[in-house]
């Protein structure tokens, strides 16, 4: 004798139509891509969550083709599409960056810009990159930030904490710094791009 195995129960999310429906929202099934990651509501409803995704379109659709090709924490790359978005996964409330729209971005260390560049305005690179430099300027350090400006009006990109007194991204001081460098190495030769092109066309 033996036993059929229940079929796992598959539940369709009410926004998208995926078979991944999750969480069970008031009147319906939502998917990890349609549900806000930092939502605060209680029991919401299918409606809730709908209003708190982001409402443009074409910035949606970008989610569906979304390939990482790097991924830096929680900074994510598709060097074949040429799209960015930061954030733990692809989601409706977050928006994707077209690499185009990427016109700047500042890194900030204890409030102090120690690289940045951007369309139109200044450029710093960090030179200095040996070992006993990083540990030299590591050691004091408390704040590291990644701020990135989008071209694209609707879109703003709240500042990224590398490492403050509550965030670490990376165990120890010289990773993080390490890890700053090397983020800001790809927004930078993104945007030296955008400049270039934007030269080409002018
Ligand atoms: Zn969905």
Redesign the pocket.
């Known amino acids: 004798m033996f036993f059929k195995r229940k079929a796992e129960t598959v539940h369709e999310?009410?926004?998208?139509?995926?078979p991944?429906?999750g969480f069970h929202a008031k009147d319906g099934w939502?998917?990890?891509?349609?549900?806000p990651l930092d939502h605060t509501l209680d029991r919401p409803s299918v409606d809730d969550i709908r209003s708190l995704h982001i409402k443009d379109e074409g910035l949606i659709s970008r989610i569906e083709s979304f390939t990482d090709t790097e991924v830096l924490a929680d900074l994510h790359f598709d060097d074949v599409h040429e799209l960015f978005f930061k954030g733990p996964y692809p989601n409706?409330c977050i928006p994707v960056l077209s690499y185009s729209e990427i016109s700047g971005y500042r890194l900030i260390v204890d409030e102090r810009s120690i690289a940045f560049n951007s369309i139109g305005g200044e450029r710093s690179v960090m030179r200095v990159r040996t070992d006993e430099f990083i540990a030299k300027a590591s050691k004091d350090i408390t704040d590291i930030t990644l701020e990135i400006d989008s071209s694209r009006s609707n879109v703003k990109v709240r500042p990224y904490v590398i490492r403050s007194m509550k965030v670490r991204v990376c165990d120890t001081k010289q990773d993080c710094l390490r890890f700053a460098m090397k983020v800001s190495d790809r927004f930078d030769s993104i945007i030296e791009k955008n400049i270039l092109d934007k030269n080409k066309s002018s």
């Open positions: 999310c009410s926004i998208c139509g995926s991944n429906g939502i998917c990890p891509m349609c549900i409706r």
